[in-house]
């Protein structure tokens, strides 16, 4: 069973233990009014913030070479990236990101998942190559 001692640990380490793994990525957000209707932003202007993450390139590799396949109910294509961000770097955000660029790679962000076990530590971010 997992103590609050374990969870604080496992929050206090994952710098630790992903560090070597991480790359720079560049989120892109909006910024400006909410329309009280529809939730979106409008008038906003593109702000841009450079973080570290962990980054999973899917490829075609998995899944037996198909283009495309589900896993946990989430379907992924070929080109699609899996990001990795500390919650404490994209908090104040993450309802707000649109876009992030790897690799010289444009992506458009599909979801934003805050995870971790006990406490949330990070969000899981899953975008989507723009060709």
Known sequence: MLTD????FMRNTREEITK????LVT??????TVDEYTGEIV???P????????VTELSSS????????MENGIQYEKGDIWLSVAIDFIWDIAD?????SHDGKDYTILAADKKGIGKRNRYEILGRLVS
């Open 5 to 8: 001692a374990d969870i604080d």
């Open 20 to 23: 070597k793994r991480e790359r």
């Open 27 to 32: 989120l892109t957000y909006a910024d400006g």
């Open 43 to 45: 008038d906003g202007r």
């Open 47 to 54: 702000i841009e913030r450079t973080v570290s993450s962990v």
């Open 62 to 69: 998995s899944s037996a070479g198909a283009e495309r396949y």
């Open 96 to 100: 707000k990101m649109t876009h992030v």
